[in-house]
């Protein structure tokens, strides 16, 4: 199996949802060891059971694995736990809710399903280019970078003056803002002390919403490309380097969404930068060979109700039975103070030959149980 491990923002999962679409289904499956988003909110939530219905319908993915799973709440490390506790309580957070939905409601064998009027998809970004501020800032280093080159491929105009360089400390230079929608930044760099590299900031539109390449991250392991919205990072490419006290020649180019990387002539990085946006309705369905259960998992993220008409094929179904996360506010969140501000709540509904007529409220999971 393939190991994976990411923890990115609500946007990220929101612009990835195909994610494994491109997996080779005949080759190892994918172990998602790790996986939350930023932040124990009810909006983290759902997204991430909207995730999660295509995890489900994704011939590439083995097992999924929420995490982390604790946090005593004296010492917060960072906040997409699942659990919290003190010496006296426990606090189930909505991520938690979610996880339990899907444990519980898993079924055994993936069932093929159809919708019709619910394909549409709506953008939450529009954004063809990566423009903004270009800047560098040592990472827990000192050092040298020289023979700065920003250019407009599109025009050949240059944004810094021929061989300008700086000795560099811990402290972040801005050296140009751009509009362009095709450009390159070269530079070299010589590491003279410290333990790890660069962060070479670029597209940034204000202090939360940026994007970085790291080159000598966490703790000198990575090359990663980095994205930032709204205060919230993702890493979209990692490769793995480790800097030393040498001359690197390093290149970022950014044509449109899309973003490369070379070290010394050498490709590192090649991503794509997705933007977010929202489904109709994310949908999967599955059957338990067990007790015969048709369920249906369907994920609202729109502030809109969806009036949907659910048909089962198959032997008769005469109970329908709905377990639902909904009526709450995005931002919200189970406390110690609150510990069942967010809980499933239970529903019955009305089954006439095989079909039910079924409202998803806005911002809202649903679990729909056919027997």
């Known amino acids: 199996m393939i190991d994976e491990h990411y923890y990115s923002s609500p946007e990220w999962f929101l612009a990835n949802m195909h994610h494994y679409e491109d997996y080779d289904e005949k080759g190892p499956k994918v172990f998602l060891g790790e996986y939350a988003s ?3 909110t009810y909006y983290n939530a759902l997204v991430e059971a909207a995730y999660m219905t295509h995890l489900e319908r994704s011939p590439a993915v083995g097992l999924a694995c929420y995490a982390p799973m604790l946090c005593h709440a004296g010492y917060v490390n960072w906040k997409p736990d699942m659990l919290w506790f003190d010496n006296h309580r426990i606090l189930k957070t909505p991520n938690y809710y979610v996880q339990k939905l899907f444990m519980e409601y898993q079924g055994t064998q993936e069932t093929a399903f159809l919708t019709e009027g619910l394909d549409g998809v709506i953008p939450l970004m529009e954004k063809d280019r990566l423009s903004g501020e270009i800047a560098i800032q040592g990472n827990d280093v000192a050092g040298t970078i020289r023979n700065v080159r920003i250019v407009n491929r599109d025009t050949g105009a240059q944004s810094c003056p021929p061989d300008f360089g700086v000795d560099l400390q811990n402290e972040e230079h801005v050296l140009a803002r751009t509009d362009a929608r095709h450009y390159t930044l070269e530079f070299t760099f010589r590491r003279s002390a410290g333990r790890k590299g660069l962060k070479i900031t670029f597209g940034r539109t204000d202090a939360d919403n940026y994007l970085q390449w ?15 919205e709204n205060g ?22 950014a044509e449109g969404c899309r973003i490369r990387t070379w070290v010394n002539g050498e490709p590192y990085n090649d991503a794509q930068y997705r933007l977010p946006e929202l489904e109709e309705l994310y949908v999967s369905a599955s059957k338990d060979g067990k007790t015969g259960e048709t369920i249906v998992k369907a994920v609202n993220l729109t502030g809109e109700e969806k009036a949907v008409r659910v048909c089962i094929d198959g032997a008769p179904k005469t109970t329908g039975k709905a377990v639902c996360l909904k009526g709450h506010g995005l931002a919200d969140e189970n406390t110690f103070e609150q510990p069942e501000r967010i809980v499933p709540v239970e529903e019955t509904f009305r089954i006439c030959e095989n079909a039910a007529d079924y409202v998803f409220t806005p911002h809202s999971f649903t679990v729909l149980r056919f027997s």
């Open 232 to 253: 919230r990072n993702s890493v979209i490419s990692q490769r793995l380097f480790n800097v030393d006290e040498r001359e690197y020649c390093l290149k970022l180019e």
């Open 214 to 228: 790291e080159f000598g991250g966490w703790d000198n392991w990575d090359c990663n490309l980095i994205s930032v």
């Open 38 to 40: 930023w932040g124990n």
